[in-house]
């Protein structure tokens, strides 16, 4: 996490990561971090202004320095794959060592007004298979549930947040885990351990050698599927009423906090929260935790954010420069 030019990351289980923003000089924040070059990676830019996009080309030139094999996708506002092919075009920007899509969200007319009535970005993304190679070319893909990106255990969706430029926030939902698994239970049963017991914990029904169908969880084998983590980034936005039900019951909630409230003024003007409008939107969610970010560089103390935020709610992180959160999730 960097306190200063936007850029957070998720580890997944699979080592896979997930790249919020990428401020400037990210490459070398991704090195301090031990994160790998050559890890399976997701990439999602909230929007153009300079101090979330502009180190997203070094990012690239150094992927491709360091032979990158392993598929990238990068997924931001309409506009974003012509900056990057800007790049390849004057600067020489390669990325032919891995495959890489661009997924840009369409920017209607009315975005000013999308986060104060209906956030959704709609039913369809455009998609550059090739990247920036060519054919440098588009197709229009459909979506649904504001879903921009799905894999085999998550995915991710976007929203349109309240800025001065159009801007997405973005929703990572874990999909739903399976149930613990009782061992003993299953020696009751007298179910032979091997690649039945694989079977129930993937939630399936089995069938013995007798005959016998057994439902794992009617059964007790397996418990209910638990749900997976939830972890909304905000980017650059002002509170609006919206704001709350699309964070809600987040386990996790990135939250920009540019300003205090001796700023408050500036802060709506310019489209960003202060700490205690991040603490007020953790608890009207009901998150579980609350991650600060995105600090004005006007604030030599940063307790400030920290104790502000906590005057609305308990459980508040204050970030900085390669932090790391180990996430718990829900049980």
Not at 93 to 120: C, H, M, N, Q, V
Request: with cysteine; proline share 5%; net charge negative.
């Amino acid at each position: 996490m960097d306190s200063n030019l936007p850029a957070t990351a998720v580890k997944m289980d699979d080592g896979s990561l997930i790249i919020f923003d990428a401020g400037e000089d990210v490459q070398r924040q991704v090195i301090a971090a031990n994160l790998k070059f050559n890890a399976k990676t997701t990439i999602l830019i909230s929007h153009m202004h300079a101090d979330h996009v502009i180190g997203l080309p070094g990012l690239l030139f150094s992927f491709y320095l360091n032979n990158r094999t392993k598929d990238l996708t990068i997924i931001g506002p309409e506009g974003l794959a012509g900056y990057l092919y800007f790049h390849k075009m004057f600067v020489g920007l390669k990325t032919k060592t891995y495959p890489l899509k661009i997924i840009e969200i369409p920017i209607g007319k009315d975005w000013e007004d999308r986060a104060f009535s209906e956030p959704g970005i709609g039913n369809s993304v455009y998609v550059y298979e090739k990247g920036i190679e060519e054919p440098f070319e588009k197709k229009r893909v459909e979506i649904s549930n504001n879903t921009v990106f799905e894999a085999k255990k998550y995915a991710i969706e976007a929203y349109y947040m309240q800025h001065s430029v159009p801007t997405f926030g973005f929703k990572l939902q874990e999909k739903p885990r399976p149930g613990r698994f009782h061992p003993e239970r299953a020696k009751e049963l007298g179910i032979p351990q091997g690649y039945l017991w694989g079977k129930m914990q993937r939630g399936e029904n089995i069938t013995l050698e007798d005959g016998t169908e057994i439902e794992p969880i009617k059964e007790k084998v397996v418990d209910p599927k638990r749900r997976g983590v939830k972890i909304f980034y905000t980017a650059d936005t002002t509170y609006f009423k919206n704001l709350e039900d699309i964070t809600k019951d987040s386990d996790y909630l990135i939250c920009e906090t540019t300003y205090a409230e001796d700023h408050r003024e500036l802060a709506e003007e310019k489209g960003h929260m202060t700490a205690k409008m991040a603490g007020k939107l953790a608890r009207k969610a009901g998150a579980k935790n609350l991650l600060l970010t995105h600090f004005s560089l006007r604030y030599d103390d940063r307790s400030v954010f920290q104790n502000e935020a906590q005057e609305e709610f308990d459980h508040v992180i204050c970030g900085e420069d390669l932090l790391e959160v180990q996430v718990e999730r829900p049980e």
